[in-house]
């Protein structure tokens, strides 16, 4: 058993890395983002649907997809397309807002962890 990995009894989890935490904090900048978007550029009511409603749809993408644990496995090159367009409506949302600086500062991060990430996986 390796090392740093954490040990219960009972309990197998994987250690934590440094660009597991890094993806953590691309995955909440995401669902900020969308919110921000969501409430930013609708019209009441529509602002609270789609500030609440967009984030959650991405948290269950993720959940069901992206996750350390996912519910439904999906080849490696389907699971990257999912994180890219994930990535893509984010940064259009910044841009949408007339903040396009943030938007490729945000793929640039996203995209450079999704990358390293899935060449470790597939390593």
Do not use: K
Request: no cysteine; hydrophobic share 65%.
């Amino acid at each position: 058993m390796p090392q740093d990995a954490v040990t219960e009894p009972g309990v197998n989890r994987p250690s934590l890395d440094p660009l597991d935490i890094v993806r953590a904090f691309v995955l909440v900048a995401a669902l900020v983002s969308l919110a921000i978007w969501g409430f930013a550029t609708w019209p009441l009511p529509w602002s609270i649907i789609v500030g609440i409603g967009v984030p959650l749809v991405v948290l269950l993408v993720w959940a069901l997809f992206l996750s350390p644990r996912p519910m439904l496995q999906l080849h490696p090159f389907l699971r990257a397309a999912v994180e890219l367009l994930i990535y893509l409506g984010v940064t259009i949302a910044w841009w949408s807002m007339g903040l396009a600086w943030a938007g490729i500062a945000f793929a640039v991060v996203a995209i450079a962890t999704g990358v390293v990430s899935g060449r470790r996986a597939l390593a």
